[in-house]
């Protein structure tokens, strides 16, 4: 069974940066894409940012230009670099792995908590 362990959350103040990491506890074969979804209090999970094996990027609208997804294929690893961050980034971050045909594979993180204050 796959874990993925987050590492990097924390309080920061409004206009801070945090750096999140994911690390799988094994190596996955057939990675599609590799990804950081949020969800805050009372919202539904939103996705954040995406990585996919050819190294496309997707994000969204409310992070384009502050946050960085990037990944490690060597370590099975997925960052997201966090700047200029605003006390509506406050969340939940959890990391999300899909692999194999048709992503069948679906493989989450327990979450780390990113508290922006103003």
């Known amino acids: 069974q796959v874990q993925l362990v987050e590492s990097g959350g924390g309080l920061v103040q409004a206009g801070g940066s945090l750096k999140l990491s994911c690390a799988a506890s094994?190596?996955?074969?057939?990675?599609?894409?590799m990804g950081w979804y949020r969800q805050a209090p009372g919202k539904q999970r939103e996705l954040v940012a995406t990585?996919?094996?050819?190294?496309?990027?997707n994000y969204a609208d409310s992070v384009k230009g502050r946050f960085t997804i990037s990944r490690d294929n060597t370590k099975n690893t997925v960052y997201l670099q966090m700047n200029s961050l605003k006390p509506e980034d406050t969340a939940v971050y959890y990391c999300?792995?899909?692999?194999?045909?048709?992503?069948?594979?679906?493989?989450w993180g327990q979450g780390t908590q990113v508290t922006v204050s103003s």
């Open positions: 094994r190596s996955i074969f057939g990675i599609n894409a």
């Open positions: 990585i996919t094996s050819g190294g496309s990027t």
């Open positions: 999300n792995i899909k692999a194999g045909m048709l992503s069948r594979y679906d493989y």
